[in-house]
């Protein structure tokens, strides 16, 4: 089976996209956020809850929860595809400077950016980390959770490309 087989076969999987963010205490002298786009998040555990997060293996993010045990993750409605797309790409402009125009909060549990107008927010405390191939699977527990009332539904990857519900 070669690489484009598998990404093909997998790409025809929907997933919901989330905003995974943390407070970097080490980038300048406040500190800064920083976030990643991801769509590899589920829900692992009820009792505890736990969540499970997928990320590149020596990414930045990869790199910040590695030594940051403090996270959130921001369901994304569809209205986000935008910010979505932002902090996905490669090469991208600073964190720093994307966080000033998507309107956030700090999360009280952990200091992380929380999107206003996400569909659910979570705050997250690692216990785990597991090497799998090329990616880092990060568990974590649910310190804190959030259901604001948004209209719409949820932002979905599918087949390479931002969707919605039909």
Do not use: N
Not at 107 to 130: D, I
């Amino acid at each position: 089976m070669s690489e484009e087989e598998f990404r093909g076969a997998l790409a025809r999987l929907a997933a919901g996209v989330v905003l995974v963010t943390a407070h970097d205490d080490e980038e300048g002298p406040h500190g800064a956020p920083a976030g990643m786009t991801a769509t590899a998040f589920m829900s692992v555990s009820l009792d505890p809850p736990l969540v499970l997060v997928s990320v590149r293996t020596g990414s930045r993010m990869d790199e910040l929860l590695e030594r940051q045990p403090l996270w959130a993750a921001s369901l994304l409605p569809e209205e986000h595809r935008v910010i979505a797309g932002r902090f996905a790409m490669k090469g991208r402009l600073s964190d720093r400077l994307l966080f000033q125009e998507v309107p956030h909060i700090r999360g009280a549990a952990t200091g992380a950016p929380l999107l206003k107008g996400a569909l659910a927010t979570v705050e997250c405390r690692t216990e785990r980390r597991v090497t799998a191939g090329d990616h880092t699977l990060v568990i974590a527990r649910v310190l804190t959770a959030a259901l604001p009332a948004v209209p719409g539904g949820p932002l979905l990857y599918y087949r390479g490309g931002y969707r919605h519900l039909a």
